[in-house]
């Protein structure tokens, strides 16, 4: 009778360790997916980072080049910005406030377009 229990024990045991185990391999493929989507994400922080710097610096140049009257530059301004944002939804981020620098991992955002459409009507309009 004792040696019964101590088996029924030692299969118990056994099953636990296997279920621990199925549970460890779900968690280490929960870190690895997560080190994945941060560097991902470390990655298009850098790019957006180069890409502010890029736009400043030509912001910076242009405004030591030439000096037009305020209407003008700030018509200017709205186009370019308005550029910029449609650059960078192009190239896969969210440019609506919701989601704003966030990658839109291939999707179309009904948000961003929205605000695209707003934006050319007062462009237009």
């Not at 024990?9 to 080190?35: I, R």
């Not at 242009?62 to 192009?90: S, V, W």
């Amino acid at each position: 009778m004792k040696d019964r229990n101590f088996l029924d024990t030692v299969m118990e045991f056994e099953q636990q360790l296997e279920l621990m185990q199925k549970q460890f391999e779900v968690l280490k493929n929960s870190v690895a997916s997560m080190m994945e989507e941060h560097q991902a994400l470390q990655m298009d922080n850098h790019h957006l980072r180069t890409r502010l710097e890029k736009v400043l610096a030509s912001n910076e140049s242009i405004g030591i080049q030439e000096k037009p009257d305020r209407t003008k530059k700030e018509l200017f301004d709205i186009g370019e910005g308005y550029d910029n944002l449609a650059r960078l939804y192009q190239e896969g981020y969210h440019v609506c406030s919701l989601n704003f620098g966030s990658s839109r991992k291939g999707e179309e955002c009904l948000f961003c377009l929205t605000f695209f459409d707003k934006k050319g009507e007062k462009q237009n309009g």
